[in-house]
């Protein structure tokens, strides 16, 4: 009964080895058989640019009064 299991075993580990070699040979062969597309060349698209804005001015201030306030409890 061993004998028959280490039998079956062999051959199944001998059959997909027998395959993995076959299918690693099909692919190669392919590989060979096709040949590969010439690279393309590589196009660089400038990125877009903005509108030139004008200068901005300094901002308006928020609060115009508030220098104009006394600061009570100094000097």
Known sequence: MIT???LVLGVWCAAAVGAAVTICRVIRF????VPRPP???VV???SPRRAPESEPG???DA???ARDREVRGRG
Do not use: C, E, I, N
């Open 4 to 6: 028959w299991v280490a």
């Open 63 to 65: 609060h115009p009064a």
């Open 30 to 33: 392919r590989d060979r058989q």
């Open 44 to 46: 660089t698209v400038p």
């Open 58 to 60: 300094p901002l308006p």
């Open 39 to 41: 690279q393309r060349p």
